[in-house]
């Protein structure tokens, strides 16, 4: 498993932009795919968007599709989540997870999670 750790998360106002960042530890971070989640408050923790090993493919959940990207730097053991156009609703926890699959993937198909970062957004 990888340890992961996430920064990046604030108060933004509607319209705003944010960059989540993840590093991982260990030397095995190439391997994994990598996601975000999101948990908002009274809700269930949901996917946002995944990425594979090699960064060539990306898979994003309907609401978030054309304003947030994923990306990686596997030289510098960390995933990315470049959020634009930034809504109310996007307001949740964040939660970085490393795994083995990228497309379409739920929560339980990731071994390891961050402990979160929480981004809120303005109306």
């Known amino acids: 498993q990888v340890q992961l750790v996430e920064s990046g998360g604030g108060l933004v106002q509607a319209g705003g932009s944010l960059r989540l960042s993840c590093a991982a530890s260990?030397?095995?971070?190439?391997?994994?795919?990598m996601a975000w989640f999101r948990q908002a408050p009274g809700k269930e923790r949901e996917f946002v968007a995944a990425?594979?090993?090699?960064?060539?493919?990306?898979d994003y959940a309907g609401s978030v599709q054309g304003r947030f990207t994923i990306s990686r730097d596997n030289a510098k053991n960390t995933v990315y989540l470049q959020m634009n156009s930034l809504k109310p609703e996007d307001t949740a926890v964040y939660y970085c997870?490393?795994?083995?699959?990228?497309?379409?993937?739920?929560?339980?198909?990731?071994?390891?999670w961050g402990q979160g970062t929480q981004v809120t957004v303005s109306s």
């Open positions: 990425v594979s090993w090699s960064g060539s493919n990306t």
């Open positions: 997870a490393a795994g083995f699959r990228w497309a379409a993937p739920q929560s339980t198909d990731f071994q390891s």
């Open positions: 260990g030397r095995t971070f190439s391997l994994y795919a």
